[in-house]
């Protein structure tokens, strides 16, 4: 086969060209898009696209292709994408393939002392109790009561990547239909973020590192002094004379985390995990979700408490919801070093209390190891695919 094609488009968010057999003019073919050397997506290059008809007498011009990444690609991280004919070693052309992540700009200052204290978990894994731990502590500021679903960090992370994402005019914002009625309530991706503006100026590149650069510094820099301001008025409130952190509660998705880390360059992680048969029985009780349901959202989650476990990051500290029941003293103690303050009382009967309205064991030492009486065989025997998880955090199989 004799391919032609080229790569127009790469963004965080979708890429899009066209690709024509030259042996075979009215066929069209498909394209694999890899991330990293890795496939993420095929699709059929069959849009129709001007001027395409014209590259040969027997041209049909339905060579053009574009494709949405499910999930966006990461803006923390260096992004290589490819295309290839599928099943060929065919590459189309692509002028960028390389998306740079985005930089921190030294100039801006991150030196006010407050800093987030992030406990990454997935749900039913005791975050309530430890975040009311948290909450007691004379340095830490927790907005909200029980169970402390304030998350303005996750918020503004979201934000930031909305703000920095490159223009999609079809599935978000066109130029045209800023002020349209429908976009009174919502506000999509800038739409002069896109290659065609970048004529804009003299050198192209030029809003290519304002985008990288200087903008996402600029709008972290202001996303965290709403933040700081937030939880300043919080601790004011709450006669918190001396705040050193907040906490909020994050899930393990990656670009809430990133973002967050990104703004604050000094948070701290608290990695809070449970044995996952347990999370099973734990959250069917909570919320009568099918079993298989369940699973695969735990399975997900596991997946993502792995990696960020794996990375071994000086600022993340791996927290075992069975140690904090069973041995809460030792825990707190454990906590609050890592955050470098000094400990409090354990409070063993505020626990007890906790769980008393928000639990689905009648005491804490109930709710380890209940997935042996709770679940059937067969649901036992499903619980299989959870040994990597706990495998690698150490649980009995």
């Known amino acids: 086969m004799d391919y032609v094609g080229y790569v127009d488009e790469v963004t965080r968010f979708c890429v899009a060209g066209w690709v024509a057999d030259r042996d075979d003019w009215k066929r069209s073919v498909s394209v694999d898009v890899l991330v990293g050397g890795q496939g993420r997506g095929v699709v059929r290059a069959d849009i129709s696209r001007a001027k395409l008809d014209e590259l040969h007498p027997e041209?049909?011009?339905r060579y053009a292709f574009r494709v949405h990444f499910p999930n966006p690609l990461s803006m923390y991280e260096q992004?290589?994408?490819s295309v290839r004919v599928t099943g060929s070693s065919f590459y189309l052309t692509q002028d960028q393939p390389v998306i740079d992540a985005i930089a921190p700009d030294p100039a801006v200052s991150v030196l006010r002392p407050m800093a987030p204290v992030l406990l990454t978990t997935m749900g039913r894994t005791g975050s309530t109790a430890v975040m009311a731990s948290l909450a007691q502590h004379p340095n830490i500021v927790v907005a909200g009561t029980r169970p402390f679903e304030v998350e303005l960090g996750c918020y503004y992370a979201?934000?930031?990547?909305t703000h920095v994402a490159?223009?999609?005019?079809?599935?978000?914002?066109?130029?045209?239909r800023i002020t349209a009625g429908e976009n009174k309530y919502h506000i999509g991706f800038n739409p002069y973020f896109r290659k065609g503006h970048a004529e804009v100026f003299k050198n192209p590149m030029v809003l290519d590192h304002f985008m990288t650069n200087r903008l996402?510094?600029?709008l972290?820099?202001?996303?965290r002094e709403i933040i700081l301001d937030y939880y300043e008025e919080v601790a004011r409130d709450q006669a918190i004379d001396y705040p050193i952190f907040f906490a909020e509660k994050t899930l393990?998705?990656?670009?809430?985390?990133?973002?967050?880390r990104y703004m604050f360059p000094k948070a701290k992680e608290i990695l809070l995990i449970r044995d996952l048969r347990d999370v099973v029985c734990s959250a069917r009780s909570s919320?009568?979700?099918?079993?298989?349901?369940?699973m695969e959202a735990t399975k997900g989650a596991a997946r993502q408490l792995q990696i960020i476990d794996s990375a071994k990051h000086p600022r993340v500290m791996l927290l075992k919801y069975e140690d904090f029941v069973l041995d809460n003293a030792r825990s707190i103690g454990r906590l609050f070093g890592f955050l470098g303050l000094a400990p409090t009382a354990s409070d063993q009967d505020g626990m007890t209390a906790l769980f008393a309205t928000h639990a689905t064991s009648a005491t804490p030492a109930a709710s380890i190891g209940r997935w042996r009486n709770d679940l059937t065989a067969e649901q036992r025997q499903r619980c299989e695919e959870l040994n990597p998880f706990l495998n690698h955090f150490g649980y009995e199989i």
């Open 158 to 161: 979201y934000a930031l990547r």
């Open 287 to 294: 919320n009568g979700s099918a079993f298989d349901r369940v």
């Open 252 to 260: 393990p998705e990656r670009d809430s985390r990133l973002g967050i």
């Open 59 to 61: 041209a049909t011009g």
């Open 79 to 81: 992004q290589e994408v």
């Open 220 to 223: 972290a820099s202001a996303f």
């Open 166 to 176: 490159n223009a999609d005019h079809e599935k978000s914002l066109a130029t045209d």
């Open 216 to 218: 996402p510094a600029r």
